[in-house]
Structures are given as structure tokens and as C-alpha cells.
T-cell receptor, first 112, second 114 residues
Framework: GENVEQHPSTLSVQEGDSAVIKCTYS??????FPWYKQELGKRPQLIID?????GEKKDQRIAVTLNKTAKHFSLHITETQPEDSAVYFC???????????FGKGTKLSVIP | ETGVTQTPRHLVMGMTNKKSLKCEQH?????MYWYKQSAKKPLELMFV???????ENNSVPSRFSPECPNSSHLFLHLHTLQPEDSALYLC?????????????FGPGTRLLVL
């Protein structure tokens, strides 16, 4: 089955700096890679996703890159703000499967 | 409340109790999921229902029993749980079939087994 590794487990950045979270996956058949944000005491919410036919996707201050050859994908947050503080989860799935495999999460702290 | 709702939000139960968790989605989706979220572990998929049929069962102990009476409701029946079952139980729903569709999560039920 799929295995998703996520690094780092914790990340502290100064407000305004960039944050990068990296994930690797094991199953080359995976072709869907969502990122979820979970604020303290709240539900996980999708913030961005990418499919294997695309190498990069951007939405305002958030971007995701995918390297299928190396089997890794990354979340980039620019101009971080205190409200970006949360736990971020990456995940991977294969078309036709109901299994969405998550990483362990990265706790991001943005220091004002 | 719109989206995905879960009740109760908090539950404390003894190991001999029987309780049920309820999930309801108001999004017109046709797939529903149960996840377990424990500290310092990835979200673990427990069960998936698509069009009211169970399509995924990830080796979950039989003390957890899901039920999906229709496409809007999902239950998780609990009996004779263990302390290690204490966790946040999240329900999610999605449109279409397969995990490549965006999943929308409920707020979760925080379960404590004494």
C-alpha cells in the first residue's frame, strides 16, 4: 500500500517569511495529492490539491509542486501570517481507489 | 449548520458501554468516510461508503461497526472499546467515487474511553 512521509514535523517561521513542507510517497500509481490545513480544535480543510498531469499549482500565497519522477511534492506558503499557524497534512491517492493516505502532519507556527 | 455535522462532539464512555457516533452531510455527496485521528499519527481511514455500500474496510476491529442508512447519514456504533481507542473520530464526505474527489470533513467527535 501507499506510504506518505512528511517533513518537518514542526516548523517555526517569522511573519512574512516563507514556509515549505515536503512529502514523499511510495506508490508510483498515485496521481492525486491534496493538502489539508487543521487549525487547533477545528476540522481539516482542503487548501490546495494537485494532480499528476500538472507540475505546479498556485493559489494566491499558496503553491504546490509535484515531482513524479522523484515521488515527492511540496507545499509553499509565502508571506506567512499568524493565521497560517496550524497543522498541515499532505495526502496521496490513486485514481479508482477510495484510500487517501495521509502524512503525519506538520505543525506550523508563524511568529508575529 | 451546513456542510458535514457530527454528534456528539465529545463522548466519555466506559469499556463496557455501547454508544453511537452520528454524521450527517448536507452537501448532496454520495460517498462518506470514517477516520480516526490520534496524536502524532496520520489520519487513519476506517471505513468508506459509496452509494450506501461499504467499499473499504481497513482491518478495523469488530468493536467498531459502521452503518450507512442513506447517502446523507453515517453512523459508527461502538461497543466494548479499549482505552487505546480514545481519539478524535472524523467523518468526511465527497462527491463522486474514489479518493481523488475533495473530501469535506466534519468537526469530529472527541472520544475518551475509560
Amino acid at each position: 500500500g501507499e506510504n506518505v512521509e512528511q517533513h518537518p514535523s514542526t516548523l517555526s517561521v517569522q511573519e512574512g517569511d516563507s514556509a515549505v513542507i515536503k512529502c514523499t510517497y511510495s506508490d508510483s500509481a498515485s496521481n492525486y495529492f491534496p493538502w489539508y490545513k487543521q487549525e487547533l480544535g477545528k476540522r481539516p480543510q482542503l487548501i490546495i490539491d494537485i494532480r499528476s498531469n500538472v507540475g505546479e499549482k498556485k493559489d494566491q500565497r499558496i503553491a504546490v509542486t509535484l515531482n513524479k519522477t522523484a515521488k515527492h511534492f511540496s507545499l509553499h506558503i509565502t508571506e506567512t501570517q499568524p493565521e497560517d499557524s496550524a497543522v498541515y497534512f499532505c495526502a496521496a491517492s490513486e485514481a479508482g481507489s477510495y484510500q487517501l493516505t495521509f502524512g503525519k502532519g506538520t505543525k506550523l507556527s508563524v511568529i508575529p | 449548520e451546513t456542510g458535514v455535522t457530527q454528534t456528539p462532539r465529545h463522548l466519555v464512555m466506559g469499556m463496557t458501554n455501547k454508544k453511537s457516533l452520528k454524521c450527517e452531510q448536507h452537501l448532496g455527496h454520495n460517498a462518506m468516510y470514517w477516520y480516526k485521528q490520534s496524536a502524532k499519527k496520520p489520519l487513519e481511514l476506517m471505513f468508506v461508503y459509496s452509494l450506501e455500500e461499504r467499499v473499504e474496510n481497513n482491518s478495523v476491529p469488530s468493536r467498531f461497526s459502521p452503518e450507512c442508512p442513506n447517502s446523507s447519514h453515517l453512523f459508527l456504533h461502538l461497543h466494548t472499546l479499549q482505552p487505546e481507542d480514545s481519539a478524535l473520530y472524523l467523518c468526511a464526505s465527497s462527491h463522486g467515487q474514489g479518493a481523488t474527489e475533495t473530501q469535506y470533513f466534519g468537526p469530529g467527535t472527541r472520544l475518551l474511553v475509560l
